[in-house]
């Protein structure tokens, strides 16, 4: 009886023991996913700044245009 209860036991803490492992495993996959989702959150708020900057270089370039028309003073 004190056997079959050590080999339930050893059972059980096999079993734990593979569980850990496989959370071991799917949390280090979690963490680089995150890393990858990270970066890619990264570059792409890089590309945002200077969609801006060309926006906002655009936006001058065609202030000075429509000022050139402006002091054409045509009818």
Same mark, same amino acid.
């Given at each position: 009886m004190a056997l079959d209860n050590l +080999?339930? *036991?050893e059972a059980r803490i096999d079993q734990?023991? @593979?569980r850990h @492992?496989? &959370?071991k #495993? +799917? /949390?280090? *996959?979690? +963490? /680089?996913k995150l890393q990858q989702k990270e970066s890619e959150?990264?570059?792409?708020?890089?590309q945002i700044r200077q969609y @801006?900057?060309? #926006?906002?270089? &655009?936006r001058e370039k065609l202030e /000075? &245009? *429509?000022?050139?028309?402006? #002091? *054409?003073d045509l009818p």
């Open positions: +080999e339930q *036991l734990l023991l @593979e @492992e496989r &959370i #495993r +799917e /949390k280090e *996959l979690a +963490e /680089k959150s990264h570059q792409m708020k890089g @801006e900057r060309e #926006r906002s270089e &655009i /000075k &245009i *429509l000022g050139h028309f402006e #002091r *054409l």
